[in-house]
């Protein structure tokens, strides 16, 4: 049984995030990790409507963030974007005439930019898979672990994404006509199906150009990097174990980094620490940690650099991080 099955009253969850260590609130059908990749106040906002087996999400942020999004067992993911959204996928730069699938297991980065707008359709795999099949359109479903973009014409997207928008906005404002409304939510349900079914079975799986490949290969080395500080768990590290990692130069590390991130890979992975302190005071209990632990675990042996860097992230010192969650 997947985690959409089962039983709930609650057909619509809002979520108002304030803080990228919350960006995982109120949608338990993803892994999702998040870092804000500028400084400024995070208002992001989160809108699920589910239906059954399957769930939709409209996803929302003013600021510049990295996500990695996973899904949970037995589930696919279909994303279209906001006409105006930018950012990237993978490292690819999304562009309103394409749909995102993502295969069973398969992990997404994305870049997004302020003003970003997103719609994931989240379905049962094999609920999927015999719908595409009896379309003659199999080719569509990703293997599992494989994250495919799909091509479909401008308005063929844009016209499931303002549907999908405007259903988050009307159960947003008015959550009493879904919670606890069994035929209400069993149409709906079919009506997913049938409005991405729509959309998909008319697209074609899109064909990067040599530039996206290129951007595709600087991602995995951003990406390499990453899972590799990581999983040293605050280990000191210098940027040629990172070269050495992802088999690159320092030139081309960086290179990287900058197109992917907008950051340099020592920006980027200070605050990518930063965001790993953050984690765990938040998760602290009375008495189990303390900031200087915390900062020490992930390699900030600066006490002031540290409080001021983290305080220019997140608006607060991390003592009152820690402080705040203990009450």
């Not at 990067?208 to 280990?235: C, W």
Request: aromatic share 6%; proline share 4%.
């Amino acid at each position: 049984m997947n985690s959409l099955a089962k039983e709930t009253t609650t057909a619509v969850t809002v979520i108002e995030i304030t803080d990228p260590s919350e960006a995982n609130e109120g949608i338990e059908l993803v892994d999702l990790d998040a870092m804000q990749l500028h400084a400024g106040s995070l208002r992001a906002r989160r809108v699920v409507v589910r239906a059954g087996t399957t769930a939709m999400a409209l996803n929302t942020s003013n600021v510049r963030l990295r996500t990695r999004t996973k899904c949970t067992e037995g589930l696919v993911a279909y994303v279209v974007f906001g006409p105006s959204s930018t950012g990237t996928v993978n490292g690819m730069p999304v562009r309103p005439d394409q749909l995102l699938t993502a295969g069973l297991g398969a992990e997404v980065g994305f870049v997004v930019e302020p003003g970003w707008e997103s719609i994931t359709f989240l379905l049962p795999a094999m609920d999927l898979d015999a719908h595409l099949s009896v379309r003659k359109r199999s080719s569509l479903l990703p293997p599992p672990g494989v994250a495919v973009m799909l091509s479909a014409a401008p308005d063929v997207a844009n016209k499931l994404f303002a549907w999908g928008r405007q259903l988050a906005e009307t159960a947003a404002k008015q959550p009493e006509l879904f919670n606890n409304g069994e035929r209400v939510l069993a149409a709906l349900q079919i009506e997913i199906f049938e409005k991405l079914l729509a959309a998909i079975c008319v697209a074609e799986v899109f064909e990067p150009s040599r530039s996206d490949r290129t951007r595709q290969r600087q991602s995995r080395i951003v990406k390499l990097a990453e899972e590799y500080v990581l999983a040293q768990n605050g280990a000191n590290l210098y940027v040629t174990d990172l070269c050495r990692i992802a088999g690159v130069s320092e030139r081309a590390l960086e290179y990287a980094f900058k197109e992917v991130m907008g950051l340099t890979p020592v920006a980027f992975l200070a605050k990518l620490r930063l965001h790993r302190v953050r984690q765990a005071l938040i998760a602290a209990t009375s008495g189990s940690t303390t900031v200087a632990n915390e900062a020490l675990r992930w390699g900030f042996w600066h006490f002031g650099e540290f409080s001021r860097a983290y305080s220019k992230c997140f608006g607060e010192l991390p003592s009152e991080t820690l402080e705040r969650n203990r009450a």
